[in-house]
């Protein structure tokens, strides 16, 4: 939450078109936060005229002129209508969701949040087997912050008496994880990738012995693809890449291009049928998902990233953070670093570490999520600028030798 007390320390004269970053993106007191003035891709502008890069948000990047032009159309037409009318946008974003989603992923569901369709998913599944009450997952893994995701990353229930109860298993033991696929399980959730696991630590054969093991037990199989798609990968989908295609797909917030909040779960028939078949679709709603206005993003998004070749641009980013990133590996506290695409990261030798690198990027302008433990992303929008994209990481660089030759004291700093 932003209050007024959050600016009076800042020199804004004008507030009424400005913004300010979430203070616990830059892990620094609220008088560093930038105030927002104006967004284009990674290029942040802020009020009091410095410049800061977004490798924070993850997203497709805000201010793509064909994206903003079409959302701006859409809103002078209609931009919420009931769920019971069926929009043009909305049918040209199912049939653009069912071109990029591999089969037999037909159904698509749109709702407001990748948190939310995680818990449709979820949903999905408690319908399919009523009785099962767990659900399985990589322990600490970022899955929304709604109830079943929170449960998973934590690796406890939030809640007593919640439908589905989280069996958390460690990152680094990913055969356990197989093994805990029973029949008293209702779904599996696994992002494909993420800051700190490569897409490729996760092998072919342990994909077919997890599919496997849901076919056995009648278990969803639930890719959580809200980071990793489309496109951010160097392909439209993970999914694309997996030898086991999952029950449901989950995608978030870039679908909305950083201006209307958008989810997605992307099912097979079968699947949704078992659930959903000749109900009433009241059992399962969004008041505002599927909108016109949120369905012409998601058109409009996954069009541009067709036409725009972004999957090609995120393998030009994840050649470029490797060419850079890569020689500050073993020197200082930096111990390994990963580049799937557009999806960066540096692994340093304690959460300390971690943090004390975030606090250089924060004095570079650069915008980075909190570490995960000992891991710092760099998640840069799809639409960033390739000029953009080469200065983030050069600042990037230039923190992480600028730490290099402190540490150990910087992370001694962050301790006190």
Request: charged residues 25%; glycine residues 8%; aromatic residues 4%.
């Amino acid at each position: 939450m932003t209050t007024k007390s959050h600016l009076n320390a800042r020199d804004a004269p004008d507030l009424d078109d400005v913004a300010v970053v979430r203070r616990h993106l830059l892990g620094a007191p609220g008088p560093e936060a930038p105030v927002i003035r104006r967004q284009v891709g990674a290029r942040i502008e802020a009020a009091d005229g410095s410049s800061w890069l977004d490798a924070a948000s993850a997203g497709f990047g805000p201010g793509h002129p064909t994206v903003t032009e079409r959302l701006v159309a859409q809103a002078g037409r209609t931009a919420l209508s009931s769920r019971i009318l069926v929009s043009r946008p909305l049918a040209e974003a199912v049939t653009a969701l069912h071109r990029l989603c591999p089969d037999p992923l037909t159904v698509s569901y749109l709702c407001n949040s990748g948190a939310e369709a995680l818990d449709s998913a979820l949903k999905l599944a408690k319908g399919t087997h009523p009785r099962r009450r767990l659900v399985v997952g990589f322990a600490g893994a970022d899955h929304g912050t709604l109830l079943h995701g929170l449960s998973l990353t934590h690796g406890f229930a939030v809640l007593p008496d919640q439908p589905l109860r989280p069996v958390a298993v460690p990152r680094d033991r990913p055969d356990e994880l197989v093994a805990r696929v029973r029949d008293d399980v209702a779904a599996v959730v696994v992002a494909p990738a993420a800051p700190g696991r490569r897409l490729a630590d996760l092998t072919a054969g342990w994909w077919r012995r997890l599919r496997a093991a849901c076919d056995r037990s009648g278990a969803l199989l639930v890719l959580d693809e809200r980071l990793t798609g489309p496109a951010r990968l160097g392909v439209g989908l993970a999914a694309d890449r997996l030898p086991a295609a999952p029950d449901a797909l989950v995608l978030g917030e870039t679908l909305g291009a950083d201006a209307v909040p958008v989810g997605c779960v992307v099912t097979g028939r079968d699947t949704y049928d078992r659930v959903y078949a000749r109900r009433n679709p009241s059992l399962h709603g969004s008041t505002f998902g599927a909108s016109p206005l949120s369905a012409a993003a998601v058109a409009a998004v996954l069009a541009v990233c067709d036409d725009e070749r972004l999957a090609d641009g995120q393998r030009a980013v994840e050649n470029l953070a490797r060419s850079r990133l890569a020689p500050l590996v073993g020197t200082g506290a930096v111990t390994d670093m990963g580049a799937d695409g557009a999806l960066v990261w540096l692994r340093l030798a304690t959460p300390a570490a971690a943090r004390a690198l975030a606090a250089e990027l924060t004095r570079e302008r650069v915008l980075v999520r909190p570490p995960d433990g000992d891991v710092v992303a760099v998640l840069p929008p799809l639409t960033a600028a390739p000029e953009d994209v080469t200065e983030l990481l050069d600042r990037v660089t230039t923190a992480g030798g600028r730490f290099a030759t402190t540490w150990p004291d910087a992370g001694q700093e962050v301790r006190a």
